[in-house]
T-cell receptor, first 112, second 113 residues
Framework: GQQVMQIPQYQHVQEGEDFTTYCNSS?????IQWYKQRPGGHPVFLIQ?????EVKKQKRLTFQFGEAKKNSSLHITATQTTDVGTYFC????????????FGSGTRLLVRP | GAGVSQSPSNKVTEKGKDVELRCDPISGHTALYWYRQSLGQGLEFLIY????????KSGLPSDRFSAERTGGSVSTLTIQRTQQEDSAVYLC???????????FGPGTRLTVL
């Protein structure tokens, strides 16, 4: 079946260091979304990427969608303790665009 | 309403009992989704509603799980004869269109003893 793999599973960084999480789909996606879930909270939408090769920035966060629309990445520059949480990518398959297949998430811990 | 609401927030039940979980989507959102999240895991898609119909029930783990949506608004997820492996957080999300941002509710934490 369709799968979205996400690595790494965990990342523990010193405050100020950069962080990247990667997402790979087994099939071509119509779009990819990124969500953040704080400990004890629910997923909160960050961004959606639709176009091949698209790059979007939100302050210290940079999101990329691969040329083949099968992979994506989220990069955080100079992490802060407020960045702590689990980051999920979620892809919509081309043949069922309503569905979001979530990656397993990358849990980010930031040492102050 | 201002956001997606779910009830109850926590439910503890005994193995073999039936439970009903409720989701109130954002007013006007036509698409509604149910997911399951086990401890430390990602989100597992269960079912999708467009209006009152469920074109995709493929994620429901067994025939003990069912869901309905009435009036294009409130949805209920029912688990019959609960098992311990059903313990998880059940999240509901809604969106204005099927390709749009999904807004998640706070979830219902289900514990089956």
């Amino acid at each position: 079946g369709q799968q979205v793999m996400q690595i790494p599973q965990y990342q523990h960084v010193q405050e100020g260091e950069d962080f990247t999480t990667y997402c790979n789909s087994s099939t071509t996606l119509s779009n990819i979304q990124w969500y953040k879930q704080r400990p004890g909270g629910h997923p909160v939408f960050l961004i959606q990427l639709v176009k091949s090769g698209e790059v979007k920035k939100q302050k210290r966060l940079t999101f990329q969608f691969g040329e083949a629309k099968k992979n994506s990445s989220l990069h955080i520059t100079a992490t802060q303790t407020t960045d702590v949480g689990t980051y999920f990518c979620a892809g919509s398959p081309m043949d069922s665009s309503y569905k979001l297949i979530f990656g397993s998430g990358t849990r980010l811990l930031v040492r102050p | 309403g201002a956001g997606v609401s779910q009830s109850p927030s926590n439910k503890v039940t005994e193995k073999g009992k039936d439970v009903e979980l409720r989701c109130d989507p954002i007013s006007g959102h036509t698409a509604l989704y149910w997911y399951r999240q086990s401890l430390g895991q990602g989100l597992e898609f269960l079912i999708y509603f467009q209006g009152n119909s469920a074109p995709d029930k493929s994620g429901l783990p067994s025939d003990r799980f069912s869901a309905e949506r009435t009036g294009g608004s409130v949805s209920t997820l029912t688990i019959q004869r609960t098992q311990q492996e059903d313990s998880a957080v059940y999240l509901c999300a809604s969106s204005s269109g099927h390709t749009d941002t999904q807004y998640f509710g706070p979830g219902t934490r289900l514990t089956v003893l």
